[in-house]
């Protein structure tokens, strides 16, 4: 009897601040069951990075992305590449929003190597996680939260821009109504009441 052995999770690493870097590096070398196939990989050559190596996780920097619908676009390109984002202590919103644009998970950048590696592979099995104070919990662990839709996801980027949802029905080529039923949807996930409120906590 031939026992197989289990295939590595490959990774690709995005550009991260240097001492941040080394100990992603380290710690993915550490780990036998994982595989780096990029490091370094500035935001300019990350979509092309993905279709080259094709990765089954992307560990990404929030500080180096210009606008979250930048990960919509990485994960429309490279769908089967799950990606993790680290954030300098990512708010609730932030975090959901992330999920909602297509992160698989969602971390602080101070968390814990060994709930980084636990991310890895939940993330690898498309499991959603998000940091422990958005859960509410103290302890990690993986969640799913009810991400935002593809559509739920525009109507977001077009009411942090400050349209009306007048407006973004025309821009969408949507009724009102139905914009009115997705902003209440996206309050709802993203645990805001108000437009003033999604836009001071996003």
């Known amino acids: 009897m031939t026992i197989t052995s289990r295939q590595p999770i490959t990774l690709a690493l995005a550009e991260f601040e240097d001492i941040v870097s080394r100990g992603l590096q380290a710690l993915i070398e550490e780990d036998a069951h994982l595989q780096l196939v ?17 990765p089954d996780v992307a560990i990404l920097n929030f500080g180096s992305l210009s606008t979250p619908a930048e990960l919509r676009e990485l994960h429309s390109s490279a769908p089967e590449t799950r990606l993790l984002v680290l954030a300098n202590n990512p708010s609730p919103v932030e975090s959901r929003q992330m999920i909602g644009f297509g992160a698989t998970a969602c971390l602080a950048k101070s968390t814990e190597a060994r709930d980084v ?9 498309g499991l959603h996680v998000l940091p422990p104070t958005v859960t509410g919990s103290q302890a990690f662990e993986p969640t799913g939260p009810a991400p935002l839709t593809a559509r739920e996801a525009d109507v977001l980027e077009l009411l942090q821009g400050g349209r009306s949802n007048a407006e973004i029905a025309a821009s969408l080529h949507v009724g009102v109504e139905t914009i009115r039923t997705h902003v209440r949807n996206i309050y709802r996930k993203l645990g805001v009441s108000s437009r003033r409120e999604l836009r001071t906590q996003v």
């Not at 990029?38 to 094709?54: H, Q, S």
């Not at 590696?117 to 099995?125: F, N």
Request: hydrophobic residues 50%.
């Open 38 to 54: 990029a490091a370094g990989v500035p935001p300019d050559r990350l979509a092309r990075t993905l279709a080259d190596f094709k």
């Open 117 to 125: 590696l636990h991310a890895i592979y939940l993330a690898s099995r």
